[in-house]
C-alpha cells in the first residue's frame, strides 16, 4: 500500500474514533438521569450545556470525514453512463460505495495509444501496489456517444463488477475484448446489460452466498 493511501486511511481511522466516542458521550449525556441531590437549586454561571458541545463535535467530525471520502475526481461527461450504472448495481444488489472511494480519477484522456498499429479506447490504472486508481477513457470515444457508453460500462464493469478478464475477442458482447460494432450492442442494451451484470463475477459470487445463507438457515 502507498505512503499516500495509508495516510488516508489513518486519518479515516482516527475520525472514525473520534465519531465513536463523541457518539457515546452525547448519548451519555442524554441519557443518564440526575439524582436528587442534584434536583435542589444551584446558581450556576451560564455555559454552554455539554449536550450541545458534543453534538457540535460530533456534526464537525462528521462533515470533515464527508470531504475526506467524496475525493473522486469523476469527469462530467462520464457521470451520466456512471450513474446508469451505478443504477443497476442497487437493482441487482451490488455495493459500489467502497470501490468508488479509494479511486482518485474516473476520466476521459488523451493519453492513451491510438494509431495504425493498435489502440486502447479505456483501462484501469493501478499505483505501485496494483491498486486501481483511475478509470480512464479514450478522448476518440467522444466521436460517438454510443461508443461512449459502451466502453464506459465495459471498464466500469471490470472494475465494479469484477470482470478479471475479457469474457471473449470479439464476441458482439460488452466485455469482449474487441467489438467490430458497438451499434449491434446499443441497439440490444437492455438485454446486454441484463446479461453483462448477471455473468458478472461480482454478482454470481453474491448468488452463491445468498443460496449458502439460505441453506444454512433452514438447517
Same mark, same amino acid.
Given at each position: 500500500m502507498s505512503l499516500k493511501k495509508s495516510l488516508s486511511y489513518c486519518i479515516l481511522t482516527f475520525y472514525t474514533a473520534i465519531f465513536v466516542l463523541s457518539f457515546c458521550l452525547f448519548i451519555r449525556e442524554v441519557m443518564v438521569m440526575p439524582d436528587a441531590s442534584s434536583l435542589r437549586p444551584k446558581i450556576i454561571k451560564p455555559k454552554t450545556p455539554p449536550v450541545k458541545k458534543n453534538l $457540535?463535535?460530533?456534526c464537525f467530525l462528521v462533515a470533515c470525514f464527508a470531504v475526506n471520502a467524496q475525493s473522486v475526481n469523476i469527469d462530467g461527461r462520464l457521470k451520466p453512463h456512471l450513474d446508469a450504472f451505478f443504477d443497476e448495481c442497487k437493482k441487482y444488489g451490488i455495493d459500489y460505495h467502497e470501490k468508488l472511494f479509494k479511486l482518485k480519477n474516473i476520466t476521459i484522456v488523451d493519453t492513451l495509444p491510438l494509431s495504425e498499429d493498435g489502440y486502447t479506447l479505456g483501462m484501469l490504472q493501478r499505483d505501485a501496489d496494483g491498486n486501481v486508481e483511475n478509470i480512464i477513457i479514450n478522448w476518440v470515444t467522444l466521436l460517438d456517444p454510443e461508443i461512449l457508453k459502451v466502453v464506459a460500462f465495459h471498464e466500469f464493469a471490470h472494475y465494479f463488477l469484477d470482470y478479471k478478464k475479457h469474457v471473449c475477442s470479439d464476441c458482439g458482447i460488452i466485455m469482449a475484448k474487441v467489438n467490430t460494432s458497438y451499434f449491434d450492442i446499443v441497439r440490444e442494451w437492455e438485454q446486454q446489460v441484463?446479461?453483462? $451484470? @448477471? @455473468?458478472?463475477?461480482?454478482?454470481?459470487?453474491k448468488k452463491k452466498l445468498s443460496v449458502l445463507t439460505m441453506s444454512m438457515s433452514d438447517q
Amino acid at each position: 500500500m502507498s505512503l499516500k493511501k495509508s495516510l488516508s486511511y489513518c486519518i479515516l481511522t482516527f475520525y472514525t474514533a473520534i465519531f465513536v466516542l463523541s457518539f457515546c458521550l452525547f448519548i451519555r449525556e442524554v441519557m443518564v438521569m440526575p439524582d436528587a441531590s442534584s434536583l435542589r437549586p444551584k446558581i450556576i454561571k451560564p455555559k454552554t450545556p455539554p449536550v450541545k458541545k458534543n453534538l $457540535f463535535l460530533l456534526c464537525f467530525l462528521v462533515a470533515c470525514f464527508a470531504v475526506n471520502a467524496q475525493s473522486v475526481n469523476i469527469d462530467g461527461r462520464l457521470k451520466p453512463h456512471l450513474d446508469a450504472f451505478f443504477d443497476e448495481c442497487k437493482k441487482y444488489g451490488i455495493d459500489y460505495h467502497e470501490k468508488l472511494f479509494k479511486l482518485k480519477n474516473i476520466t476521459i484522456v488523451d493519453t492513451l495509444p491510438l494509431s495504425e498499429d493498435g489502440y486502447t479506447l479505456g483501462m484501469l490504472q493501478r499505483d505501485a501496489d496494483g491498486n486501481v486508481e483511475n478509470i480512464i477513457i479514450n478522448w476518440v470515444t467522444l466521436l460517438d456517444p454510443e461508443i461512449l457508453k459502451v466502453v464506459a460500462f465495459h471498464e466500469f464493469a471490470h472494475y465494479f463488477l469484477d470482470y478479471k478478464k475479457h469474457v471473449c475477442s470479439d464476441c458482439g458482447i460488452i466485455m469482449a475484448k474487441v467489438n467490430t460494432s458497438y451499434f449491434d450492442i446499443v441497439r440490444e442494451w437492455e438485454q446486454q446489460v441484463k446479461n453483462l $451484470f @448477471e @455473468e458478472s463475477p461480482a454478482y454470481q459470487r453474491k448468488k452463491k452466498l445468498s443460496v449458502l445463507t439460505m441453506s444454512m438457515s433452514d438447517q
